[in-house]
């Protein structure tokens, strides 16, 4: 089954604990994605990524780092994490390819990842 | 920079009333749009997408949105609405570059 899978689905952590949430995909996409939910504020987009060992920030990258190593995974670490980064999360991947069909452009998302930070 | 407006954070609907949700974007070259639906509890769900062509764009679930350039808006509709369409939904524009932009989201509740 094509899916995108996050782990955990559920944390709850202290301040200053580093911790890492992984996402994976299974379709072969070469975009991958990071939001945070929050109320009122829609999906924020953390870090993106268009292919392997290529990432870019997106809207609200501070206090987030992202890794591209293999075209399946795209970890999100919180190398310090505080209580203003608690939130919902959600990893999403497409098959958009650099200068393909703009048709393959539709995002996969995740089951997300209820973080809070006490 | 680009930027996504959603008119209405919440609208309360009658089953088989019609619906129509604002979009508004702003952006200075070539965007894909999108809507996108959250149920209760899930994750997102791509209902529909414009990329080219036809500005009528038909979703899932009987849904529809059009894509006015002059105006850049990309409002979704739907004639007549069911308790089952109750959900989060989003708008949502991504560039050329990758990066993606949603809306606030509104949050549409259809009473039965």
């Known amino acids: 089954e094509a899916q995108v899978t996050q782990n955990p689905r559920y944390l709850i952590t202290v301040t200053g604990k580093k911790l890492t949430v992984t996402c994976s995909q299974n379709?072969?996409?070469?975009?991958m994605s990071w939001y945070r939910q929050d109320p009122g504020l829609g999906l924020r987009q953390i870090y993106y990524s268009m292919n392997v060992e290529v990432t870019d920030k997106g809207d609200v990258p501070e206090g987030y780092k992202v890794s591209r190593k293999e075209k399946r995974n795209f970890p999100l670490i919180l190398e310090s994490p505080s209580p203003n980064q608690t939130s919902l999360y959600f990893c999403?991947?497409?098959?958009?390819?650099?200068?393909?069909?703009?048709?393959?452009?539709?995002?996969?998302f995740g089951p997300g990842t209820r973080l809070t930070v006490l | 920079a680009q930027s996504v407006s959603q008119h209405n954070h919440h609208v309360i609907l009658s089953e088989a009333a019609s619906l129509e949700l604002g979009c508004n974007y702003s952006y200075g070259g070539t965007v894909n749009l999108f809507w996108y639906v959250q149920y209760p509890g899930q994750h997102l769900q791509l209902l529909l997408k414009y990329f080219s062509g036809d500005p009528l764009v038909k979703g899932i679930k009987g849904f529809e949105a059009e894509f006015i350039k002059s105006k850049f808006s990309f409002n979704l509709r739907k004639p007549s609405v069911q308790w089952s369409d109750t959900a989060e939904y989003f708008c949502a524009v991504r560039g050329r570059a990758g990066k993606s932009t949603f809306g606030d989201g509104t949050t549409l509740t259809v009473k039965p």
């Open positions: 379709m072969n996409h070469e975009y």
């Open positions: 999403a991947s497409s098959l958009l390819a650099r200068g393909g069909s703009r048709s393959t452009d539709t995002q996969y």
